[in-house]
């Protein structure tokens, strides 16, 4: 393997790991009660897989790897409809049938379903007209 390959997987790589932290020292650390100091870590490891994506001397990602995020979105945008069709409905009908009751932490989750994919609805008739 070339030098050059080397580098860009090792700067592909730690693009990634700095993203994934990004996202999980938010979480981790609002769930500890320190949401400032979450957003701080979430600025500073996004800030800097940017920084490396942006000072890579080559092309880091390709449209190889657009098809690749397109595919795993797809993948991801229908996992959750699917699961979300499933899931709500069913709820709703044992709170119906009094089984159980509906958790207050939930509402914000199911509100924002509709949001998503009515987002995307929005974006599949754009996407679709700049065809």
Request: aromatic share 12%; net charge positive.
């Amino acid at each position: 393997m070339s030098t050059t390959a080397a580098s860009e997987r090792s700067y592909r790589r730690a693009h990634g790991v700095l993203s994934g932290l990004s996202g999980l020292a938010l979480g981790v650390l609002i769930a500890l009660g320190r949401p400032l100091l979450g957003v701080a870590g979430f600025v500073a490891f996004l800030g800097a897989a940017g920084y490396l994506r942006v000072s890579y001397a080559g092309t880091l990602f390709d449209e190889r790897d657009e098809r690749t995020h397109e595919r795993a979105a797809g993948w991801t945008i229908a996992l959750f409809g699917w699961a979300s069709a499933v899931f709500f409905p069913t709820l709703t009908a044992l709170v119906a049938l009094g089984y159980t009751t509906w958790p207050t932490w939930l509402t914000p989750i199911a509100l924002t379903v509709p949001v998503v994919y009515g987002a995307y609805g929005v974006l599949l008739l754009v996407a679709r007209r700049r065809v």
